[in-house]
């Protein structure tokens, strides 16, 4: 049924694109220092708008741990007898540069075959003005039914430390019935998906050592092992030929899927064939046999190398024996697999590859996250497929991804049903050059978030 809200949404279609191009406009690069004053200027437009819409409140918040701000807003109109419903998006985007390979300034919002292009139009400012459009409908038009928090970060591009600090001292703050964590996409453009987990993470690097400096490998080559050489030697050795992970233990928490999950999950395969055809493009698929290539990459554990470095590499050539190498490694984890028994595995069986020739560290990079899976039974999970299959004419398709979103994890508890919801297609080219939103999908994903608060109550 439509509602004055799906009406007030379509009437102010225009309006509302305006303001996404605003919000587009302000280069609110987190990874930059340079920028720092945008990021604080998209998050004061965003406060402001927040409060012409009708929010009870809209803070501007900043941690002492932070650098850049979130911005919190509240409308709890619903009373305390409704439900409440926390939403996250992220407003900062990646840095970006026309020399990069854009055919247009990326921060100027451009229009071309029915695409907007633009940094940060897919990642992930479409997703912040749907979800902030879709409030104002409700609010415009008599209230929401259920209460709403909105939770927009400014570091998501750049470590999140000012978010994690909050969520650690306030998290009693964003309790919620429902949580939704709108970062991501639809599989394709006219068929919307849903993620029912995402893959965990724990990073590290290693670093071996041989001689004490870089020697002269006419004078002592054979007779010092190489450390690049014995970095290729012990990486070599944490895959078998197939791919599938060597590290003893490393699949003794993994909980395999019943057969009639993975059949419910192929409907998924072809998108994810069709897109790893066009996007990675590599000779021929490789992974753990047995599984389709979205298993592989969304419900199986990963092993990465991520990065290797060692002696000289600029132009020209320099007979080299390096003293030392290192190479960066990230885990994908899926559920009940713990990131710290992860990297005490990793580095316990890389202690016992490495040879007596050189000397081996493991370092951990960061804390990492466990994986996250969502209650397929949720009311809120089928309330949203409901949504999308209204406004995009087909029901939606479920799929595990295979990225990690670290503040997935830490709300996950402050919430009782879990889901994400999207509503660009993925194959818009966030984080590269000539990024774009589908034009038509704008005013379809404010439509499905309003069926969504409705469809909650």
């Not at 007030?8 to 930059?32: C, D, G, V």
């Not at 670093?207 to 007779?223: A, F, I, M, Q, V």
């Not at 994986?371 to 497929?385: C, D, F, M």
Request: charged fraction near 20%.
């Amino acid at each position: 049924m439509t509602t004055t809200a799906h009406s007030y949404a379509q009437s102010h279609q225009e309006r509302f694109l305006e303001q996404l191009k605003t919000l587009i406009r302000i280069p609110s690069i987190s990874t930059l220092p340079q920028h720092a004053a945008d990021v604080q200027r998209a998050a004061e437009w965003l406060a402001a708008d927040m409060e012409q819409v009708g929010f009870t409140s809209a803070e501007i918040i900043k941690m002492p741990a932070g650098r850049h701000p979130l911005v919190l807003g509240s409308w709890l109109g619903a009373g305390p007898a409704a439900a409440t419903v926390l939403i996250y998006c992220h407003y900062d985007v990646q840095p970006a540069r026309l020399e990069d390979g854009w055919d247009s300034d990326p921060f100027e919002p451009v229009e071309r075959a029915g695409k907007l292009y633009a940094r940060g139009a897919t990642d992930s400012k479409v997703n912040v003005i749907t979800q902030l459009k879709a409030i104002e409908s409700l609010l415009a038009n008599g209230g929401s039914p259920v209460n709403i928090k909105l939770l927009l970060e400014g570091e998501e591009e750049s470590g999140s430390e000012n978010i994690n600090a909050f969520v650690q001292a306030h998290g009693e703050r964003l309790r919620a019935d429902v949580g939704v964590l709108c970062d991501g996409g639809i599989v394709a453009p006219d068929q919307p998906s849903l993620v029912y987990g995402l893959r965990g993470i724990v990073t590290m690097e290693l670093h071996l050592t041989g001689p004490e400096r870089d020697l002269h490998s006419g004078h002592y080559g054979g007779s010092v092992h190489n450390p690049i050489q014995a970095l290729a030697e012990i990486i070599a050795q944490l895959h078998d030929q197939h791919g599938r992970v060597t590290v003893p233990g490393f699949y003794d928490q993994v909980v395999s899927l019943e057969q009639s999950e993975r059949e419910a999950l192929a409907p998924i395969d072809p998108w994810y064939e069709a897109d790893w055809q066009r996007v990675a493009a590599a000779p021929q698929p490789w992974g753990e046999p047995g599984y389709s290539l979205h298993e592989r990459a969304g419900i199986r554990p990963t092993l990465e190398i991520n990065g290797i470095y060692g002696g000289y590499t600029e132009a020209g050539f320099k007979t080299v024996l390096p003293g030392k190498a290192m190479a960066k490694i990230s885990c994908r984890l899926v559920a009940k697999q713990d990131p710290d028994q992860i990297f005490e595995l990793v580095n316990a069986e890389i202690a016992r590859l490495t040879p007596a020739t050189v000397k081996s560290d493991l370092i951990r990079l960061e804390a990492g996250a466990p994986a996250v899976a969502i209650n397929r039974q949720a009311k809120a999970l089928q309330v949203a497929k409901a949504a999308y299959e209204r406004h995009w004419g087909r029901p939606a398709v479920g799929e595990f991804t295979g990225g990690s979103i670290p503040i997935a994890h830490a709300l996950h508890p402050l919430v009782t049903d879990l889901i994400f919801m999207g509503y660009t297609y993925k194959g818009g080219q966030a984080h590269g050059p000539n990024e774009h939103i589908i034009l038509k999908n704008f005013p379809r994903g404010i439509q499905t978030a309003i069926d969504f608060l409705l469809g909650l109550a």
